[in-house]
Structure formats: C-alpha cells, structure tokens
C-alpha cells in the first residue's frame, strides 16, 4: 500500500522505532532473558511489517533521516564523552592545578610538590620522537608512492612490515628497545668509549713527562696533576676515581702504573648501554612509524597525477618534481602523520618502562643519555605504587589532567600550523 502523506508515514515509522526502542529496553530490564527474547522477536516482525506497508517514497525518507541521526548522534556522544571526561578529571584534581604543582619537582614520597621534572621529560621525548620518526616515515612514504612499482617484491614486503607494525603490542616495542638500542646498540657505544678512553690514559702515562717514567710507579697527587694539565673536564671521573684510591691505598702510597690502568678499566660505567632519553625516543618513534607512512602516503597519492606530469614535461627531474611538487601539495598530510604520531607518543607508556623513564627525578634531563620523568609513567607509579593512596589521589587527577591538556595543546598547535601552510599555500598557488 502506497501512503498519499509522507510525513505522516515518516512520524509513524519514527514513532515506531522509538517504542520498540523503548519496549525492548523494558523488556531487557523487566523481564527473564528467554520472556525479553520473545519480545525482542515479536517487535522486530512488527517493524519488519511496518516497514512493508510503507510507501517507496516514505522509506527512502525514513533511511535518510534515520542515517542522519545515527551519525550525528555518534559523533555528539564522542563529543559528550570527551568533555565529561575533561570535566570529570578536572573536578577531581583542581585542588592541585596551581603554578607550583607545575613547576615544582615532586616531594615527600610522590604524595606533594608538582610534575615539572615529567612535563618536560615528556616535551624533550615527543620532540625527539618526532624528529626522529617522522623524516624516516615521509622518505618511506616517497618511496612507496613514487619509486616503487606496484608490483615491487621490496616495496609489498614494506608494506607487509608497516601493516605488521601497527599491529604489535606496545610493550613488545619496549622489550625491543631494551634489547637492541640498550642492550647492543648502547653497550657497543660504551666498550668503543672505554677502549679509546683507555688508549689515551695509556698515552699519558707514557709521556715523559709522565710520574710513571722513572720507576712505573706515582702518588695519586702525582696522577691528578697529570690529568688536570691535560684536560681537568674530560678526565673528571677520572680524577674523582683518585680518591677511592687513596682510601684503599692510604694517601701519598705508590701505586704502580698496572694497578691505575687495572682500576680504570673496571671502574667505568655505562653512558649509553643504559635505559636513556634517546633510546625511549627511538623506540617511540618506531612505534609511530606506521601511523606517520600509512597518512602520508596517503597524502602523497592524493597530489593529482597532472602536475606531476606537466612537471615532468616541462623538463624537471624525477627529484625536483617531488621536492617542488609532490611535496608542497602533501605537506598537510606530513603534519597530519606528524600530529598524529606526538598524539600516540605522548600517552604511551609501556615502551618507555624499559628503555628511558625513572620513577623520580627530581632534576631534569641534562643529556640524551639522561633518564627522565615521564607523565605517563607518573600517573602509573602514582596509581599502583603510592604509599599514600588517599594523598596522591588529587595529584594523580591532576597529573591525568595536564597530560590531556598538554597532549590537546601539542595537536591545536600542529593544526593551527598547518592550517596556516595549507593557507599560504592555496594563496601562493592562485
């Protein structure tokens, strides 16, 4: 049967839907499952016999409408989600928000002072991180676009790999890092280091005028002075060694050149074969190297093919198209891949637990080698080792919370930047 009055139809079928919508909630709540199962039963062959009876006009508006509202409703609810959630940790943990909860260090076992140590550990490892993956991910993405066939046996294994990738676990990255960066790349840094260390301590010592030349033997006194008249900066540790020395030996005792080279050797610790701000950074940046090929490749396919060509057939190289064309026209994505990796990288924490985060420091990083504060990993030390739950409650609301701002900042001004390329780019092509 066809209706003569559409928008009654519609009001019907909506009506409809919202007392079934309404009645199988009822249901559910009221009823055993088996009675709600029937019920259920019964209102889908109902709609199912409404929906027959309806005209064709009538169920191309009803199918409209209800898409419009199924999506804008998804897209309200996530935006209701996000402020209520803000909201929620911000009544949580206002007491806190104050100028010295930001740029104090923390105190008192975690449960007083503030986080500025982990804000800036956490900028110095998103920046590193970006700097370091998104170069990689962009020449990838080049190369995947505009070098490699599609029938490339290298360019599918990439692409195999990337997907493989974005599908490990977050801590399988930390465990890597932990085994390659620290574990072989670190520790071959420091035995290189110790071994020329060790050459230059033995050309010293060998010089004539060297305590050692009369009989391999000098004072520590005798030792210190010949490291400060070399270089009293490079040898610090060195010269800080001395005084072990001297509470083993005695002060003023002979020591032969043998037992100062012995020394040295076995005293040298680890400057990179140790958990450390660049192999976090690194290991970061691999984790967010698919997400930053995959969004610029995909910004590299969507440069349209003519000017590209027209590029070409004005005389321009293979090279200077990319660097003149492909390139200007995709830097949007690039930021895009770019925001999108500091977003993942500002709240992931389990790569980090092996490879550069330290549960306090109150100092902050002074080299790559240096281990840092972390927000993320703040928040879990906060949540699973506090000695004082009820006290570091507020403090760990208010950390959340500033990681949530702090991540919103970086992604505003990532936007705002590009926003404002992508605008002087559209000029500068008019």
């Given at each position: 049967m066809t209706s003569k009055n559409p928008l009654r139809d519609l009001a019907a079928a909506l009506g409809s839907v919202l007392l079934a919508v309404a009645v199988l909630a009822a249901l559910l709540l009221l009823l055993p499952w088996y009675s709600a199962l029937g019920g259920v039963a019964v209102i889908v062959a109902g709609v199912t016999l409404l929906w027959r009876r309806l005209?064709?006009?009538?169920?191309?508006?009803?199918?409209?409408?209800?898409?419009?509202?199924?999506?804008?409703?998804?897209?309200?609810?996530?935006?209701?989600?996000?402020?209520?959630?803000?909201?929620?940790?911000?009544?949580?943990?206002?007491?806190?928000?104050?100028?010295?909860?930001?740029?104090?260090?923390?105190?008192?076992?975690?449960?007083?002072?503030?986080?500025?140590?982990?804000?800036?550990?956490?900028?110095?490892?998103?920046?590193?991180?970006?700097?370091?993956?998104?170069p990689v991910g962009t020449i990838t993405a080049i190369y995947l676009t505009e070098y490699a066939s599609e029938r490339s046996i290298i360019a599918r294994f990439i692409r195999f790999a990337v997907n493989t990738l974005a599908g490990v676990p977050a801590i399988v990255f930390g465990l890597f890092g932990l085994g390659f960066f620290i574990g072989t790349v670190g520790k071959q840094m420091d035995t290189w280091s110790r071994d020329s260390r060790m050459q230059r301590i033995e050309q010293i010592f060998s010089t004539g005028t060297s305590p050692f030349s009369d009989d391999g033997k000098a004072t520590t006194v005798e030792v210190k002075r010949l490291f400060e008249s070399d270089d009293s900066e490079y040898w610090a540790e060195q010269i800080d060694g001395l005084k072990i020395m001297d509470e083993v030996n005695g002060a003023g005792a002979l020591i032969e050149r043998a037992r100062y080279m012995t020394y040295y050797a076995d005293a040298s610790?680890?400057?990179?074969?140790?958990?450390?701000?660049?192999?976090?950074?690194?290991?970061?940046?691999?984790?967010?190297?698919?997400?930053?090929?995959?969004?610029?490749?995909?910004?590299?396919?969507?440069?349209?093919?003519?000017?590209?060509?027209?590029?070409?057939?004005?005389?321009?190289?293979?090279?200077?198209?990319?660097?003149?064309?492909?390139?200007?026209?995709?830097?949007?994505?690039?930021?895009?891949?770019?925001?999108?990796a500091v977003s993942r990288g500002a709240g992931e924490v389990a790569p980090i637990l092996f490879t550069g985060a330290a549960y306090y420091l109150p100092e902050l990083p002074g080299s790559l080698s240096s281990q840092f504060m972390e927000l993320g990993y703040h928040i879990y030390v906060l949540t699973t080792q506090s000695t004082d739950v009820e006290a570091t409650k507020p403090l760990l609301y208010a950390t959340t919370f500033t990681l949530l701002i702090l991540t919103f900042a970086l992604n505003f001004s990532a936007i705002f930047l590009r926003s404002r390329i992508r605008a002087r780019l559209n000029r500068l092509g008019q």
């Amino acid at each position: 049967m066809t209706s003569k009055n559409p928008l009654r139809d519609l009001a019907a079928a909506l009506g409809s839907v919202l007392l079934a919508v309404a009645v199988l909630a009822a249901l559910l709540l009221l009823l055993p499952w088996y009675s709600a199962l029937g019920g259920v039963a019964v209102i889908v062959a109902g709609v199912t016999l409404l929906w027959r009876r309806l005209g064709m006009q009538t169920k191309r508006s009803v199918s409209e409408n209800i898409f419009v509202i199924l999506s804008g409703s998804a897209a309200f609810i996530i935006i209701i989600f996000v402020v209520y959630f803000l909201i929620h940790i911000f009544l949580l943990g206002k007491e806190n928000l104050s100028w010295s909860f930001f740029f104090e260090a923390p105190a008192e076992g975690l449960t007083e002072g503030g986080i500025f140590p982990a804000i800036i550990g956490t900028a110095m490892l998103v920046i590193i991180m970006a700097l370091a993956g998104v170069p990689v991910g962009t020449i990838t993405a080049i190369y995947l676009t505009e070098y490699a066939s599609e029938r490339s046996i290298i360019a599918r294994f990439i692409r195999f790999a990337v997907n493989t990738l974005a599908g490990v676990p977050a801590i399988v990255f930390g465990l890597f890092g932990l085994g390659f960066f620290i574990g072989t790349v670190g520790k071959q840094m420091d035995t290189w280091s110790r071994d020329s260390r060790m050459q230059r301590i033995e050309q010293i010592f060998s010089t004539g005028t060297s305590p050692f030349s009369d009989d391999g033997k000098a004072t520590t006194v005798e030792v210190k002075r010949l490291f400060e008249s070399d270089d009293s900066e490079y040898w610090a540790e060195q010269i800080d060694g001395l005084k072990i020395m001297d509470e083993v030996n005695g002060a003023g005792a002979l020591i032969e050149r043998a037992r100062y080279m012995t020394y040295y050797a076995d005293a040298s610790r680890p400057k990179w074969g140790q958990p450390a701000l660049i192999w976090a950074a690194l290991t970061m940046a691999l984790l967010t190297l698919p997400v930053v090929i995959v969004s610029v490749e995909e910004a590299i396919k969507a440069v349209p093919k003519d000017l590209r060509e027209a590029s070409l057939a004005l005389g321009a190289t293979k090279w200077e198209t990319i660097r003149r064309v492909v390139i200007p026209g995709a830097f949007t994505g690039i930021m895009t891949g770019g925001i999108l990796a500091v977003s993942r990288g500002a709240g992931e924490v389990a790569p980090i637990l092996f490879t550069g985060a330290a549960y306090y420091l109150p100092e902050l990083p002074g080299s790559l080698s240096s281990q840092f504060m972390e927000l993320g990993y703040h928040i879990y030390v906060l949540t699973t080792q506090s000695t004082d739950v009820e006290a570091t409650k507020p403090l760990l609301y208010a950390t959340t919370f500033t990681l949530l701002i702090l991540t919103f900042a970086l992604n505003f001004s990532a936007i705002f930047l590009r926003s404002r390329i992508r605008a002087r780019l559209n000029r500068l092509g008019q």
